[in-house]
Structures are given as structure tokens and as C-alpha cells.
């Protein structure tokens, strides 16, 4: 039982003495570094309420007041190892570092670090481990951030040499850019009130700060007075942990857009603590301690001995704890998860926040392993840019330009109609800006651009003008009229997607009206072969009336009844021939044909004249009229390139000029040097003022722009047109800032705006609406269409002139003849001239007779007297019927002498 019982009191003895081991642990801290300190001390005092170890550690701490006196510094530490050290935190001053990790590396004590420095280029020693990430992570999770950001350009803050060398990491790390990046250095002694104001001044809008807290809450606080906390702002602050920082209330009600990293478990984080020194120096103590512990369950004598810094001996166990450090990991510390990779160096754990308006958000993960990983709610970005739309009203610039703004002439209140100044607009940037607002439910106000350019770049000045240039100055949310996207401009601003599409063509006037040519049915021929048909036409009818009264086969027997005439007759007399060929000539033909073989020989080679020459004349008419209507001498750039006489060009500085001076068709470079070479200057300041010369120069100017403003002007001046098709396609789009955070947003509404058809019909309806020139009523509907090709009263005017004409002398011959009828009935019927001028009118006028009496004096006979009168009338009529067919010399000798003879042979015959 004795023996029993001693035993048990030296087993619970030997407990006793394993639970009251002592660790001794040192820290070295300056003055000044109090925070380091409590949090150092706390987590000693935090380790002891753990009774699962059978150990204790205890703080040895040496304050050091001065870097410079290293003697001093030396003869402390020499001190603090004599009593055993199982492990010393290192000081943060390099001087006093340097001295320490001297004496701990001969010595093999390990050497704990938790605040940044520049790792040593040559190979670190076995017992130092530093629990701050390592710069080639920090540069490296800032680069990628800032690759996710698409900063085409920014300006570097920057305070400490420490952040000056890892900004350059993250330079290379990043890449080249299109444009230069702008590095300022601040420190605690100099006035960086004037950097602020030239930054705020300045079009770079995009801050990397890589600045100590202090520095950086009073940057933003200076900032904030030169309006650098705007929404259009963009800031990436390296710190690790954005939300230990004390800017929350600067922040808080702006709408600026801030980057940041999160690092610690908040949490777990207690008020005391305020800087990731703290929290490193808390974790690397826990950490420390659990290396211990691992290393005492192995049953390795971890105590140490008194060392001296003038002996060689060393700590027995200090490689092994600096061993099983880095090869320990921690999941659960303040500042997440704690691991080093084979080379002794901490991999950082990123969350990558954004502040967004009153709150921070976790937006994206980022690890050494998978980079940035987006781990931001969808709808996150939209509660954020809603929030921002009902609170905010933008501003949207913009430049007068038909239909897209223009202003109210009449005073009556429309509908979308906006106040600038003392007038008011409207137009189809109007109508869109309100349909967007009414979608994204935003308020907005328009402004008129003062120098009225759309934007161009001018490399002497490095500048831009107009729209863009009120972008970059962010003196206006939005730009919206007809401004083009180009490259230049979508490097310099951001582009909805488009809301029009469109391309270059080229705008020319109609041909002028000419005078109405009465004989331009003459054209097809010379006036030579007019000529020269008439004289064939006189050549031939003589030739026919010689010919015939050579040939024997065209005399024949006037009187059929008589077969044995005295005299024969021939029909081809001159007026007849005359009659025939004018009847071939006209395709029409005639009662009188030839009967002899030469005569129709003559016909025969007449009428192929005819034939060839009616033909030739029908096709060139045609050819003729078509050419007339053509008038139009370009139809395409290539025409206008091929020829000199008439001048062309385009809006100085826009879009559609920078088309031409950058284009690598060699019909476009022959245009450019066209139009720039040009005296005096084919480029207009404006639109207008391009119309105008079109519209004023008589068909010796074209002038290239947008086919959208094309159709329009067209639709305003009747006297314009559209010639050829589209140089290039391009688009129209709202700008606004380089990665502004409402890009998404309007360009979604633009699209919902295309799919539901409103685009089209606002187009439609504002290009409908175009208030004509009073002269476009009556010559639009000639401009094109089916009645293109209509013939004018101008085009056959003369055939009817010569139709009325040709009627008019008819009538004239028929009043002639009429005249000389009742001279002949007056004097054979011995009456009164007047007598016979009413009986003979009176009858013409009666169209409802139809017999009409020999003579005038048997009128008023007896109804028997008057059907033989009729009857005579009849047979009197048909005989002069009959006898224009034969020589009007021998019927006036039939009628006077042997008219009696004739009917007595005739009644025989038929007898």
C-alpha cells in the first residue's frame, strides 16, 4: 500500500510539473507601438484559459526607443535570450530587424514577423517565418483586380518605398496599356492639397491608392472638398482590409465607386483591435503556440537553455518549431486562413468588397490558387443602380440637330417637350431620354453643348471638343444626338449599344428643271436627216409621178361602162403620188397602189426606207427620253472620285470626314485628298450648312454624311436626293464615362426599347413629321416610284402642237372650201351670194340630215320633188365621189359638154 501510494503522489507530482511548465516567448516592441503590444499581450493572456496544453507561455518584452543605437538594441536582445526564449515577434523598424534577425539566426531562435517587408533577395534563414501575406500575392490580387476593373488609364498615390516597389509589381504584373499611367508620391510632412486640385482638374478619374490609413483618410477627406467623391470616381485601395479603415463616414451618402480588399474574419474581430498588425500578431501567437504544442506531443524537449551571444551553442529545437510552422495551417484565425507555401511565404485569402452607396459588398473571391473568382448576386449591381436612379438626376447634354433636338418655334406646350434656358425643344432625343427614364425610372434635364460639336480630338492641343469633352469633364451623365461610334471616341468614352444604324452616303440635288422643248420629238434626229427625208420624200413622189406616166400598165380606162374608151387615165397624178408616200410614211398606207413593175419597184424601196428609218426614229425616241431623265451625273463614290467638276464633302471633324482621312480603300484615300486639297474648303461647319451648299450650288456640290440625316433632309427638300447606297455601317449611342455603372442599365433599355418596335416608330414619327418646302406638294411625287418614268406634257407638247395645228389649216381649207361651194351654187342657181351663204350654213349645221337637195331652189317642193331632189343630190354627190379618183381637168369636161352623152352610153350598158 506504501509503495502504491507513492507512486501515486510522484505520477500526480510530475502532472503538476508539466502543467506548470513555463514557455518563455519574447516581443520587441518601439515606442509608439502600443497597439502592437495590448494585441500581443491579449493573445497570451487568451492562450492561458487553455488547460488542454501542458504548457504556459509568458511574455518577455524589450521597448526599444531609438533605431539608431544598434549596440544598445544588440545588448538587449543578448539579455532577453540568456533566459531561455523559445521564439521572439520581431520589431517592424528595419534597423532594429536586422539586428534581431542577426542574433536569432546564429542562435536558430525563431524569428516571428507579422508586419510587411520586403523579402530579401538572398535566401531568407530556416527560423524566420512572416505571417504578412507576401508582397507577389498582394501584387498580384491587386492586378488581377485591376485587369477586372478595364482602367485604360489611372493615377497612383502612393506614400512609403514599400508601396512605391510593390506598385511596380503590380505595373508589370498588369501589363502595358493604350494610355500612360500617372504615379504621385505624398508623405506625412508635405502638402498634397495642390496634387488633389490639379488630379480633380485633370480627365483621369481612376485612383489607385496604396496609402498608410492616416494618409488615406486625409485624402479622401481633402478630396471630398474637390468633389472627388462622385459617382464617376473609381478608386482601388490596396489596403488588405478596407473596412478597418475610418472612412466609412466620409463615404456614407456618396455615390462614389471605391475597390477594396477584406482580409479578417469581422466577426471574430473584437473593438480593441484596428489594424491587420494586430490581428497578424494575434493569429501568429495562436499559431505559435499550436507548433509548440504539436511538437510536445511528439515527445521533443522544447524548454530551452540560456543562450549566449558570445557561445555557439544553439536552440535545440528552434529549427523544428520554424519547421512545423510552415508546415501548419490555421483555418479558423482572424485573418481566415493561414498557410504557407513551400518557400516560407504566407498565400493570401482575398475578398474583394465594394462600397455601394451606404454599405460594402463582397463582390469577388480571390486566392493564389484560382485567381479572382465573381461571386456578386445578379441582382445586387441592380438593386445598387437602382438605388442610384431614384435618388439622382442626370444630366444629358446634347446639340441642336434635326429631327434629334430642335427647338419649339410656336409657343403651344407639346408633348416631351424640355426647357433649356428661356426656349424650349423638342425631337427625337427627347422622346428617347424620356422613354429610358420611364424604364429605369430616373429623372434627367438636357443641356445644349456651347460649341456645338458632336467631339473630335485635336492632337495639337490633347484635347477633345464638344459632347466628348463634357463627358470627360463629367459635366454631363449622358451625350445624346446623332453621335456616331468610333474608335477614337470609344477609347476616350463608353457606348450604349446602338439605338440607330446607319452609313455614309453621299447627298445631291436634282437635275434642274429645263424649259419644255414643243419640238423635242424632233431629237431622235439631226436636223440634217430631217432634211434629207424631206427631200427623199419629194424626190420620191416626183419620181412616182414621172415613172407612172412612163409606164403603160398605170393608164387605164376612166370609164368602166365604156370599153371602148377614147382617152385612158393614169391615178398616179402628182397630188396622189405626194398622197402615197405620206400615207407609207406614216404607217398608215393609201387607197392608191401601183400596178406597173417599176412603179412598184419605187414603192418597194420606199417603204423599206420607211420601215428602217420609222424604226431607227421609235428607238432613239425612247433612247432619247430615257437619257433626258437620267440626268443625274453621279450615281456612286466612284464617280465622284473619277471625276473633277463636281466638288464634295463632309462636316469638318466628324465622324464621317475621319471615315475618309482613315480609310485604307484606295477609292476613299483618292476622295480624302480630293476634299482636302480642295480650294476653297469643301467642309462645313455644320450639317445645315452642307444642305445648303447642295441645296444653293447648282449641282456642283455633293455632300457626304449619315443616310439617317440623309433620308430626313430629303424628306424636308424636295430638290435633294440620295445618291448611291452606304459607304459603311455604322451605329448611334449614347455616351457617357469610361465604365460608368449605368452602361448595363441604358443599354438594356435600349434594347427592350428595338425589341418592342417604340425605335422604329419614334424614328417613323419624328422623319414623318418633317414640315416640307410648299414647292415639295406638287414635285415630290415625280421624284420616284412607277411615275418615274412618266412622259410630261413638256416631253410630247409639240406633237400636240403640231396635231392642233395640223387641224387648225384643215379648217382653214375647209371654210375655203366652203366659200367657194356657195360662190359656185349662187352663180349656177343665179341667187344672192347671202342666200346661198344661210341655206348652205343652215344645212351644214343641221346634223340631223342626212340628204341634202341639188339645189337650194327646190327646197320648198313637194315631198315627191324633194326625195328625186334628194336622190339627184345623192347621185350628184356620188359622182363627185367618183370623180376625185380621176384627173379633175377631164371631169370638168365630162360635166360641161358631155355629161348628156355619158348617161345615155351608161343606161345603154347597163340595158
Known sequence: MNIIFLLTILVLFNICQCYSSILKVGGIFHSGELNYYNAFMTAIENLKKDRLTTFELEARIIWINTTSDSFKTSTEVCNLVTEGITGIFAPTQFQTREVVLSICSKLEIPVIEYAYHLREKLKEQRTVLNFYPDNKYISKAIADVLKSLSWKSFTVIYDTDDALIRIQDVLQLHGPLDSPITIRHISEDHDYLPLLKEISNSTDWNLLLDLNPTNLEKVLIEGKKFGM?????????????????????????????????????????????????????????????????????????????????????????????????????????????????????????????????????????????????????????????????????????????????????????????????SKRYEGYCVDLMHKIGQLLKFKHTFELVKDNNYGSYDPVKKSWNGLVKRILDRKADFAICDLTITFDRKKAVDFTMPFMTLGISILFSHPEDKEPNLFSFLSPLSTDVWMYMATAYLAVSLMLFFQARMAPGEWGNPHPCNSEADELENNFNLMNSMWLTMGSLMQQGSDILPQAPSIRMVAGMWWFFVLIMVSSYTANLAAFLTADKMDVSINSADDLAKQTKIKYGSLNGGSTSSFFQHSNHSTYQRMWTAMSDAKPSVFTSTNHDGVERVRTGKRGYAFLMESTTIEYTVQKYCGLTQVGGLLDSKGYGIAMPLNSPYRTAISGAVLKLQESGELGQLKEHWWKKVESDPSCTTNRGSSGGADADALKMSNVGGVFLVLMCGCGVSFLIALCEFIWNVRKVAVEEKVTPWKALIVELRFAVNIWTESKPVKITQKNSSTSSEENDGFKRATSTARSLMGSFLRIDVMDKLDKENRTYDKKICNSSVK
Open 229 to 421: 467623391l462622385k459617382d464617376y470616381y473609381k478608386y482601388l485601395i490596396c489596403y488588405l482590409d478596407m473596412k478597418l479603415l475610418p472612412i466609412f463616414d466620409e463615404l456614407n451618402g456618396t455615390y462614389v465607386n471605391i475597390t477594396g480588399f477584406q482580409m479578417l474574419q469581422h466577426e471574430k474581430l473584437s473593438a480593441e483591435i484596428t489594424t491587420i498588425e494586430e490581428t497578424i500578431i494575434y493569429d501568429a501567437v495562436q499559431h505559435f503556440k499550436e507548433a509548440l504544442y504539436v511538437l510536445s506531443t511528439k515527445d521533443v524537449n522544447i524548454q530551452p537553455k540560456p543562450l549566449s551571444c558570445d557561445k555557439n551553442e544553439k536552440y535545440h529545437a528552434g529549427t523544428d518549431i520554424a519547421t512545423l510552422l510552415r508546415e501548419l495551417s490555421m483555418t479558423n484565425g482572424l485573418t481566415g486562413e493561414l498557410q504557407f507555401d513551400k518557400e516560407g511565404k504566407r498565400i493570401l485569402y482575398l475578398s474583394v468588397i465594394s462600397f455601394q452607396h451606404h454599405e460594402y459588398v463582397t463582390t469577388h473571391k480571390w486566392s493564389v490558387g484560382e485567381g479572382l473568382q465573381l461571386i456578386k448576386p445578379a441582382d445586387s449591381v441592380k438593386s445598387y443602380t437602382d438605388t442610384i436612379f431614384a435618388s439622382k438626376t442626370f444630366i444629358v447634354t446634347t446639340k441642336i440637330g434635326e429631327p434629334y433636338m430642335m427647338e419649339v418655334k410656336d409657343a403651344t406646350s407639346g408633348e416631351n417637350q424640355v426647357i433649356i434656358g
